[in-house]
Structures are given as C-alpha cells and as structure tokens.
C-alpha cells in the first residue's frame, strides 16, 4: 500500500513539475512552437528575417530552420504579431465645401496586417502612418466637394478615400479594409446657429402657410354649402305657394271642410299671438258696458246739464 502511495506521488509530481519543465526547456531550445489562431511568428537572427510561420498549430522549427532553430531563442529574436482585423475612428477631419461651408468628416475604418516582414521593417510605425494617410487622402479627396453632395453620398465619398489609400497602406505591410464616413458636420457654431435659425423660419412659415391653405380650404366649402342651402331654400320657398295654392284649391270644393279650415287657422293665430281673451256669458249687456268704458269712448257719453239727443 505504501509503495503504491509513493509512486502515485511520483506521478503526480512528474505530470506536474517535470512534464512542463521539460516542455519549456524543449520550446527555450527551439525543438518547437505553438502558434495560436491569428497569430504571426517572425523570426530574425543577426538582423535577417529566416522564417515566418502564420499557421496555427505546432511546428517543429528544426524543420524549417535547420541548426539555427536551437540557437534562434538565444542569439536571435522572435516577433509575435496579431494579424486580426483592427478599427479606428478619425474624428472631425476639415475640409471644405465647394461653397466655402467649413466642414468636419468622421471617418472609420479597419486595418490588418497583410504582410508581416514589410510591417516590422518598412515603417517604425505603420499604424500612425496609415491614420495620416486616411486623413490626408480624407482632406485631399474630399474638399471642394458641393455641399449636397457631400451630406447625401457617403458611399461614393467612402469608396473614393478607400480607392486613394489602398495601394499606399499595402506597402508598409498593413492593409486598408473597409472605410465608411460616418459624420459629416459643420465646424462653425455661428454657421450653425444660422442655419437652425433659418430652419426654425422656414418650419414656422410652412405651417403658417399649411394652416392658411386649411383655412381656404374650410371657407370655400362653407361658403359653397351655404351657397347650395341658399339655393335649396329659395327653391323650397318658390315651390310653397304653389303647393299652398294646390291645397287650398283641393279644400276648397268642400265648403264645411273650408270653413271649418279657416276657423282653425284663426284661431291658432289668436292663439300665437298671446292676447288677453274674456268670455262673457251670452245675452248680457256687460260688454255693451265694457266698451263705453274704454277711453275712447267717453265723447259719446251724455254730459250732465246738456239736453239729451233727439232722435
């Protein structure tokens, strides 16, 4: 049990001390390498480049190298390069518009690596130089440009910077993917508030004149609907006493019907016109009374001491 113990230690301590001790000394030696997914080894001894290797997996540098694969590590050096597909955003490049409009273009792009010996030893700094390039082909390309066209087509702009930039970039091993103007804007804040100003007249002048063209609109079709009612009215009205006239003449054939007619009428006109009405009770010489009493009456009256009339 003891024995069994002790070379489960053992083993233990191999598969986690020795084994990767041993691998790290056969990666210092240059037995091999790994090279991970987008990765580019370069290697250089006495100021040559010997090898290149942009596969992924495990290459065995003997192979490629020869006897300087176990010296390389010591005497030589090993460049580690990310070849993935990189971004960059130059913001408010100045150009101007072919009317003179100082205007800023935001413009993006994206870079790889394409060769990796032209990266390392043509340029010290070919990210640097790729982001003067895009701006110095931006302004180049781009000024001048109608101010219309240079806030509609972006497209036509984008592909017209990518077309200048291109064959220059490829020549320091980095490579221009794809490019987009993002934001073209204007760079004078007076030009600006002008502009806003101008928009928020022309907005306010629009509505004045929407607003105006509803109100046309409303009276011209009141007034052809009045006109139209006028027109229905007065027919209506032509067309009444004849309608009167036919029924009259209709009830007219009847006498007691007629009659009968007319006694309606009156009294819904006596009726409609809100008059004090007294009924007095037949054979009674009230109203004979009622009448010598009204004011206007009292001329007929006999005056005391003057001789009655003669008849």
């Known amino acids: 049990m003891t024995q069994m113990l002790i070379a489960a230690a053992a083993t233990f301590a191999a598969c986690l001390i020795a084994v990767p001790l041993l691998l790290a000394l056969a990666r210092a030696f240059g037995l091999y390498a790994i090279v991970q997914e987008r990765r580019c080894y370069v290697y250089v001894l006495f100021g040559k480049v010997i090898a ?11 192979a490629k190298m020869g006897w300087r694969a ?18 960059e955003y130059l913001r ?15 413009i993006w792009y994206e870079m790889f690596i394409s060769d990796p010996v032209a990266y390392l030893f043509k340029n010290t700094d070919p990210r640097g130089s790729l982001a003067a390039n895009v701006s110095n082909s931006t302004v180049r390309c781009l000024s001048n440009l109608p101010l219309g066209e240079m806030l509609v087509n972006r497209h036509t702009m984008s592909n017209t910077v990518r077309a200048e ?59 052809t609907a009045e006109r139209q009612a006028a027109i229905a009215f007065a ?42 009405i ?26 005391s001491g003057s001789p009655p009339a003669q008849s």
């Open 52 to 62: 290149t290797i942009e596969e992924p997996g495990l290459h065995f540098l003997f």
């Open 70 to 87: 176990f010296v390389i590590n010591w005497l030589g050096r090993r460049h580690v390069l990310d070849m993935r597909l990189d971004q």
């Open 278 to 303: 007294t009924m007095l009770p037949g054979k009674s010489d009230l109203l004979g009374e009622l009448l010598a009493a009204r004011p206007g009456n009292e001329s007929s009256r006999p005056q």
């Open 165 to 223: 930039v291109s064959p220059k970039s490829h020549e320091w091993g980095y490579k221009l993917g794809s490019v987009y103007i993002r934001k073209v804007h204007f760079r004078d804040v007076g030009m600006i508030k002008q502009i806003e100003s101008k928009v928020v007249n022309r907005l306010r002048q629009v509505t004045s004149a929407i607003k105006q063209d509803g109100a046309n609109q409303v009276s011209i079709i009141a007034s």
């Open 235 to 276: 027919k209506a009205a032509a067309i009444r006493p004849e309608l009167v006239g036919a029924a009259l003449q209709t009830i007219s054939q009847d006498s007691a019907v007629l009659s009968a007619l007319f006694e309606v009428l009156e009294a819904q006109k006596i009726i409609e016109g809100e008059a004090r």
């Open 92 to 106: 408010s490049q100045a150009v101007n518009s072919e009317e003179g409009a100082p205007m800023g273009i935001g």
